[in-house]
Structures are given as structure tokens and as C-alpha cells.
């Protein structure tokens, strides 16, 4: 389900705002992988949007998690904000959903990792999953 209306979200502390005027996915997809369970406690949660319909304003800190990724967040709060492919300055936004009170209603869009999943953390749904072993056949580079 794709979206274009405007759509606003900040951090816990408000210092950080991030707009989204434009394309974007608005159901969110689920990792499971144990950098994601590391960063986000349990499932890290994102929605992507393309980077021209986004608009970030405040203290953000990045911290690069892999070779072809950074994640960013309030450098006041903490608040997560997003994860990106630094390999490709045009690359979409992973933005996390909780930021937009939009989001609140949105669907689970897919999950990855799925037989990772915490025994605490498993989603219902009848949405696609993928094991680690079927997500990182089909994407090579991150391995």
C-alpha cells in the first residue's frame, strides 16, 4: 500500500523532526536479525520512502552498522530514526513507523528473518516472511 500524502513524525524529545511530502510505503515491514533485535530490543519496524520526499531538521547522529548501511538517531534523546544504504546517496529511507502518528493504523507489509523472531516477539499476520537464509539468498550483499 503505497501513500503520498504529507506526513510528520518527531523523536521523544521533539528535537528531531522528520517529514515525509511524498511517495512513501505505508505499511511497514519487520527484521528480525539479531543487529536489528540488537538496535531496536526486539523487532526493528520500518516503513520506506523515497529521499527526495524527505525532510529531517534537529540533532541527528549516525552510527555506521555495516559496511553498506547507517542508522540514525537523536543525538538528544536517543530516539531511533532510521536506517539507510550509504552506498547509494538516492537510496530509500527505512524510517521507523513510530515516529508518525499516521502510521498508527498501518499494516504489517512483510517480515525478514522470521525463524529469528524472539519468542516474545512473533508476529501474526498473513503477510510474506522470509527465513535468514531465504532473505540473504536473494540479497547477497549482506552477507
Known amino acids: ?74 543525538g538528544t534523546c536517543g530516539t531511533h530514526l532510521w536506517m539507510r544504504n550509504t552506498d547509494d546517496q538516492a537510496a530509500e529511507y527505512d524510517l521507523m513507523p513510530g515516529l508518525f502518528d499516521a502510521a498508527h493504523d498501518w499494516p504489517l507489509r512483510s517480515e525478514i528473518y522470521s525463524d529469528k523472531a524472539m519468542a516474545a516477539i512473533r508476529l501474526k499476520g498473513d503477510h510474506p516472511r522470509k527465513t535468514e537464509a531465504e532473505f540473504e539468498a536473494s540479497n547477497p550483499h549482506i552477507n
Open 1 to 74: 500500500m503505497s501513500a503520498s500524502a504529507k506526513i510528520a513524525g518527531r523523536c521523544l524529545c521533539g528535537e528531531v523532526t522528520v517529514s515525509v511530502d511524498g511517495k512513501h510505503d505505508a505499511q511497514p515491514g519487520a527484521c528480525h536479525c539479531r543487529m536489528c533485535q540488537r538496535w531496536s530490543g526486539g523487532a526493528f519496524l520500518a516503513f520506506t520512502a523515497a529521499a527526495e520526499a524527505v525532510t529531517v531538521e534537529g540533532p541527528v547522529r549516525h552510527f555506521r552498522s555495516s559496511p553498506f548501511a547507517e542508522r540514525a538517531f537523536c
